[in-house]
Structure formats: structure tokens, C-alpha cells
């Protein structure tokens, strides 16, 4: 996801083309460089959506959780009320 070096050891050196003479050294293998972009890109927005609806999934739960217990709270409040009156 954070797309560190492996693209200049792994795949950069997967661009190049090299033929049985080296005379095709070089030059750009346009379909495996247009792979390897749009992986990265397709897994980059995937994984960034996986993240972002766990974060929003667990802030929504802990969200709905601290006002049950504020709820909770305030019911044993004025329960204690009610007896001390």
C-alpha cells in the first residue's frame, strides 16, 4: 500500500526489454509497465477503502457504545435520585 522500493527492485527492472541481441535493451516494455501501474494504482484505492471503512466501522461502534454508557450513567443517576427524594 505505501508503495516503498519495491518498485525499483522488483518491477522497474520487469520494464525493460531486452532481446536476443541487446538491441532491444532499453526500450520500454509497454505492457508490463502498463501492469504494473495500474496494479499498484487498483490495489492502492482497494486497500485504502478496506482501511478507511474498518477505521469508520470502529468509530461508529465506539461512538454508539460511549452513548449507551452515557445513557447507562445517566439512568443510575437519577435512579439514585429517585431513592435519595
Given at each position: 500500500?505505501?508503495?516503498?522500493?519495491?518498485?525499483?527492485?522488483?518491477?522497474?527492472?520487469?520494464?525493460?526489454?531486452?532481446?536476443?541481441?541487446?538491441?532491444?535493451?532499453?526500450?520500454?516494455?509497454?505492457?508490463?509497465?502498463?501492469?504494473?501501474?495500474?496494479?499498484?494504482?487498483?490495489?492502492?484505492?482497494?486497500?485504502?477503502?478496506?482501511?478507511?471503512?474498518?477505521?469508520l466501522d470502529e468509530f461508529i461502534s465506539?461512538?454508539?457504545?460511549?452513548?449507551?454508557?452515557?445513557?447507562?450513567?445517566?439512568?443510575?443517576?437519577?435512579?439514585?435520585?429517585?431513592?435519595?427524594?
Amino acid at each position: 500500500m505505501t508503495g516503498d522500493s519495491w518498485a525499483s527492485s522488483v518491477s522497474r527492472t520487469l520494464f525493460d526489454e531486452v532481446g536476443p541481441d541487446d538491441a532491444e535493451a532499453g526500450n520500454l516494455n509497454r505492457r508490463v509497465a502498463l501492469f504494473s501501474i495500474s496494479y499498484v494504482i487498483i490495489a492502492t484505492i482497494i486497500l485504502v477503502n478496506i482501511v478507511v471503512a474498518v477505521l469508520l466501522d470502529e468509530f461508529i461502534s465506539s461512538v454508539t457504545r460511549e452513548k449507551e454508557e452515557q445513557a447507562r450513567l445517566l439512568q443510575e443517576q437519577r435512579e439514585l435520585e429517585a431513592k435519595a427524594s
